[in-house]
């Protein structure tokens, strides 16, 4: 599941790059950026620990590429590998995708996704998928910009913390 060690050059000064167990403080840093643009960064709770065991360890369960602007982290992406029972196919799930303030607008954003899109079909998947906040316009258009198109007839559910533990103990007899 866990791919290559890429490095992919654009323009004078970008690249994006697949992620190694030493970018972890990057990684975490970079969540730590998007939570904030997200206004979310209270509900951060992941530990680095577990982080460098999930994405770096024996089983990894998602995979991280980095976007560089003259040799310096500026982004990043995570994203795992799904499966649609319709399309009898696996597909590729993106989590998280931020390019910090100063460098958007340079492609790198762009970059990130393409070379998702360029792994899903790689691996021979059936479709490559995200979310967005409802209010992040300037993503949503930059989506549409790219070819995306909003699933407007789907709706989010999530169980989390308090209810996921209710639940998943009430399912234990």
Avoid at 12 to 36: M, N
Avoid at 80 to 107: C, I
Wanted: proline share 5%.
């Amino acid at each position: 599941m866990h791919i290559a060690r890429m490095n992919t050059k654009f323009g004078p000064e970008g690249s994006v790059r697949s992620a190694g167990e030493t970018d972890l403080p990057v990684i975490v840093q970079l969540i730590h950026e998007l939570a904030v643009y997200e206004k979310l960064e209270n509900e951060i709770t992941s530990d680095p620990e577990r982080m460098r065991r999930d994405l770096f360890g024996s089983k990894p369960v998602a995979e991280v590429l980095i976007a560089e602007w003259a040799g310096e982290p500026v982004g990043f992406a995570l994203f795992f590998q799904n499966y649609s029972t319709f399309l009898g196919k696996p597909g590729l799930y993106l989590e998280d995708l931020f390019v910090q303030p100063a460098f958007r607008g340079k492609g790198l954003g762009k970059s990130l996704i393409l070379k998702i899109a360029a792994l899903a079909m790689e691996r021979d998947c059936g479709r490559f998928e995200w979310a967005v906040l409802d209010w992040n316009q300037p993503s949503i258009e930059f989506y549409k910009a790219l070819g995306a198109k909003p699933m407007s007839e789907w709706t989010i559910f999530r169980l989390s913390g308090d209810e996921l533990r209710k639940y998943a103990t009430a399912g234990v007899q």
